[in-house]
């Protein structure tokens, strides 16, 4: 889809006033304009300017014809799809409206700049930018005080910032809250109060209209806030809704103000159905919809609340919820409504069990002239293909998100996926490498729906009998969609046989059925529906290929060999979390179970990239995968695949730099990932020297334990400069597992009896903060969290990490009651699968490396079984792109590369899964 550049509307202004001498370069979001003479500063007083989308052309133009005359650097989004985002309900809130950047040479001319900007662009609409403070009131021109090239550090988290310098030399965050909130010691360029502090402030009860107290904030965004409160006048609970202006401005003109008024309009017609109408007003610029409260939840977190259980919600209750969505559906367009976003967030479950609908703003009847909306997933084909105005459709709409409800009901599975499409690979990559032809169509989201109804089908049997409907609905024509009549007589003949089936034919107890347990809870079934070894090897090759096709040229200038999510990019570019050091692993691994030349130089081109930086970082952390423990182990493990004696060198002295005693004690960031790393270079080399640092390591976690009688845990020292800072995790990468891991390691390897003896009262400790039940073992992230609140099943947090550390102190300790909750964990792990992201880190690929370990232990077990069963959930997630299967990442969109994150750990776990060799990143006894 062509878009509008912006930056050719500052060409056009540079053609016109005859300066040949400016830079105008573009990257994925900015285009950068800076005048030949030009002196960066490192931070002070700039300028904000906001605009709309149908605004920022306008905006740019006067702008930049001001800004060019005086000589000034400035920024502008790249192009009004930018624009959009940048401005969209969604956007971050204090980022909103951030459309133009502008940066003074001092105050003096920021002063001056202010003035004449304002004069240029007033009257035309743009959203207020909360971090910032307006040249005036309603003004588009904005100030605050951060960072212009900033100073660039490396946190201790290991990601690269840009932080201001204060008078006195230290470095502080450029806070950018969504308040105006300069540093102290800045002086303000024009007149007015200091501002808030950037910290979190205590809510106040606020009056609107005269007559509805807000109590508490549901929730902020851009576009406002989500409220809970009281009408005075009834003295009834009531939500809240403020619209901004100028936010969320569509193509069509409308903001989000203009939303919220739709929204009241459409709640008469559809009284009875939806949230009652009280009051709909506007107040200082902002639009407010008063709703009655609606008790109960939005149906998706009902329904995720019950996915991870055995045989997830029983077939009765999914047909009678069924037929509820149906008959309220039907009632819709018995009105001449059609929903357009009928989804699981829309719709609220009352604790009688009422359906109930929520956020009407895009109903409307069909043929009106609308924005064609949807949500993804939900969407039908029509919806989402373009024009995006135009007359509103039909029923059919509706139908078709009516089948990605029952679909999710069903499976508890949101029905969207990464795209399919033709996009290939940028380029032939190495030597040797070449990508398939791209494909010229990807699937339907039909097809992809089968294949996963088809697979999830025998453990969630209401999947099974409803695939027919939610097929039939969410055909890829109009035409041939299920009407809800056909859909009635479906749902009735299903309940009517369930209920026969049951022995229950009265069908009066339907609904409070328990679910039966499915086959593989109880040890497996050997004629599962599963990605066989050829179809894993598929996906293995194909990964491999994106990877090496992907990346960035070894002997060039690029600073990281695979771009990632804007997060990842900030991180250490050697890491193994996000960066090189990770895909290096796993590349060795394949190499040695593969035997092809093009991995072999891969090897050797990333090996050698990494050896170039592997101290050219302002500090060495010390974190196994956000630091360079992981680093000098990539290195090593390489340079002993490929023989290269001088490599295995720099890896080593690389290894005995790293601090091994540090305030974080935890794996990926802290101490006890560089202990693991010395342990792992003392198994390797044999030298002593590691060995101690080993014993030191243990030595100082085993100090700053915070014991009690019954617990044992690890804190980040509350005034450590990390986001981290103060956690007190239970998880493998930032708490108790982890470092309990490592001090087993350590000493059995040192013999320390006080770092075994800590070990085990983190094996106490985890099993006294167990929440068993039975789905399985399940903790929550942090102790000071509520027990039995926030319950995870990953590698990092969760169920995977600490069967991984539980199953180790089995084998050390021989304690059955270990291995007994580490069983009881893969049972929450494999419960989770079809709901579980994809990445090692908090997914699929993570928990399937601990149901291999459990598997090598206790061979007679499902175990194996289970992780082939994560595999397949794996291969159902795919999407296809250039002719590549390729496991999206972390975010489940897109396909970056890093190891925790990515393709590569996805890779690696399949590789072990059919080729066998020991666990990744885990310095286990050989």
């Known amino acids: 889809m062509l878009t509008f550049s912006l930056g050719d509307v500052v060409r056009s202004v540079l053609t016109a006033l005859d300066e040949e001498d400016w830079k105008v370069e573009e990257d994925g979001v900015w285009c950068r304009v800076t005048p030949a003479k030009h002196e960066s500063r490192v931070q002070g007083w700039k300028l904000h300017i906001s605009a709309t989308r149908l605004s920022a052309p306008e905006v740019l133009h006067r702008a930049a014809g001001v800004l060019v005359r005086a000589g000034c650097a400035f920024k502008t989004a790249r192009d009004l799809r930018t624009v959009e985002e940048m401005t969209s309900g969604n956007y971050d809130r204090a980022q909103c409206g951030k459309i133009i950047t502008v940066y003074p040479r001092d105050d003096d001319q920021l002063r001056e700049l202010a003035s004449r900007l304002d004069d240029a662009t007033a009257g035309l609409p743009g959203p207020a930018i909360l971090s910032d403070r307006p040249y005036r009131k309603g003004s588009l021109v904005h100030y605050r005080y951060g960072g212009f090239d900033g100073v660039r550090v490396l946190g201790n988290d290991g990601s690269f910032d840009v932080r201001l310098q204060a008078p006195d030399g230290t470095l502080v965050d450029d806070h950018r809250k969504a308040w105006f909130s300069p540093p102290p010691w800045a002086q303000l360029p024009f007149p007015g109060g200091p501002g808030r502090p950037a910290t979190a402030q205590s809510a106040h009860p606020v009056l609107l209209a005269g007559r509805f107290v807000v109590r508490e904030a549901i929730r902020h965004s851009a576009r406002g806030g989500v409220y809970r409160g009281i009408d005075q006048h009834t003295g009834a609970e009531v939500i809240v809704k403020q619209a901004r202006a100028h936010v969320a401005v569509n193509v069509t003109g409308e903001d989000a103000r203009s939303c919220v008024r739709r929204e009241a309009a459409n709640l008469t017609p559809l009284a009875g159905l939806s949230a009652e109408l009280v009051h709909c007003f506007e107040e200082d610029g902002h639009a407010f919809l008063v709703q009655g409260l609606v008790p109960g939840q939005a149906l998706a977190s009902w329904v995720t609340e019950r996915r991870a259980e055995p045989g997830f919600i029983p077939v009765p209750q999914v047909l009678a919820l069924a037929e509820k969505l149906r008959s309220l559906l039907d009632e819709v367009h018995r009105r001449g409504i059609v929903y357009q976003d009928f989804t699981p967030n829309n719709i609220m479950v009352t604790p ?397 390897a040192t013999g320390q009896q006080a770092a075994l003896d800590l070990a085990v009262a983190a094996g106490d400790t985890l099993a006294a903060e167990a929440e068993r039940g039975p789905v399985g073992a399940r903790w929550r992230s942090d102790m000071d969290e509520k027990p039995g609140t926030g319950l995870i099943y990953h590698w990092c947090s969760g169920s995977s990490g600490v069967g991984t550390f539980l199953l180790r102190l089995w084998r050390a300790t021989g304690e059955e009651r270990h291995l007994v909750l580490a069983q009881e964990a893969a049972q929450a792990v494999r419960a989770a699968a079809w709901t579980s992201p994809t990445v090692v880190c908090h997914g699929l690929a993570g928990d399937g490396e601990f149901l291999l370990d459990l598997a090598a232990a206790r061979p007679d077990g499902p175990y194996r079984a289970w992780s082939e069963d994560l595999a397949t959930v794996l291969y159902a997630r795919h999407s296809v792109l250039g002719g590549l299967r390729l496991v999206p990442d972390e975010g489940a969109t897109a396909f970056t590369a890093g190891y925790q994150t990515g393709t590569a750990g996805v890779i690696s776990f399949l590789l072990r899964l059919d080729q066998g060799g020991p666990r990744p990143w885990m310095a286990d006894r050989p």
């Open 352 to 748: 009688e069990g009422r359906l109930v609908l929520i956020d009407a703003e895009w109903a409307t009847t069909p043929g009106t002239h609308i924005l064609r909306v949807y949500t993804p997933g939900f969407g039908s084909p029509e919806q989402i293909a373009e024009p995006r105005v135009g007359p509103a459709f039909g029923p059919e709409v509706d139908c078709y998100a009516l089948g990605g409800v029952l679909y999710f009901l069903a499976t508890g599975i949101p029905p969207s996926f990464a795209p399919d499409g033709p996009h290939g690979p940028d380029d032939a990559g190495p030597a040797g490498v070449m990508p398939p032809a791209p494909t010229t169509a990807g699937r339907t989201a039909g097809e992809r729906i089968a294949l996963v109804l088809s697979l999830v089908g025998e453990e969630r049997p209401a999947a099974r009998l409803l695939a027919p409907a939610i097929l039939g609905l969410m055909a890829e024509r109009p035409e041939d969609r299920w009407t809800l009549t056909r859909l009635a007589g479906f749902l009735a003949d299903a309940a009517a046989a369930a209920a026969g089936a049951a022995g229950n034919p009265a069908g009066d107890t339907a609904e409070e059925e328990t679910a039966p347990v499915p086959a593989w809870f109880s040890g497996g079934r050997p004629d599962r529906p599963t990605a066989d070894r050829e179809v894993r090897a598929g996906l293995v090759d194909d990964g491999l290929v994106h990877l090496l096709s992907g990346m960035a040229d070894p002997e060039g200038p690029a600073q990281r060999l695979w771009s990632g999510s804007a997060f990842g990019d900030g991180t250490d570019p050697c890491s193994v979390q996000y960066g090189a050091a990770g895909v290096l692993g796993m590349l060795v691994r394949a190499d040695r179970t593969l035997d092809r030349p093009e991995l072999r130089d891969a090897v050797r081109r990333v090996a050698a990239w990494i050896d170039r930086r592997r101290t050219a970082v302002p500090r060495l952390l010390p974190g196994l995968y956000f630091g360079r423990a992981g680093t000098a182990w990539a290195l090593y493990d390489a340079a002993r695949h490929l023989g290269d004696d001088t490599l295995a060198a720099h890896a080593t002295d690389l290894a005995l730099a790293l601090p091994v005693v540090w305030p974080n004690p935890d794996i990926c960031h802290g101490a006890a990932g560089s202990g693991l790393a010395q342990l792992k270079f003392w198994q390797a080399t044999g030298r002593p020297e590691f060995l101690e640092r080993v014993a030191e390591c243990a030595e100082a976690l085993v100090a700053v334990a915070d014991r009690t009688a019954d617990r044992v845990i690890w804190q980040v020292p509350p005034d450590f400069d990390s986001k981290l800072a103060g956690i007190r995790h239970l998880g493998f990468a930032h708490g108790v597992a982890g470092i309990g891991a490592f001090l087993l390691a350590a000493a059995d």
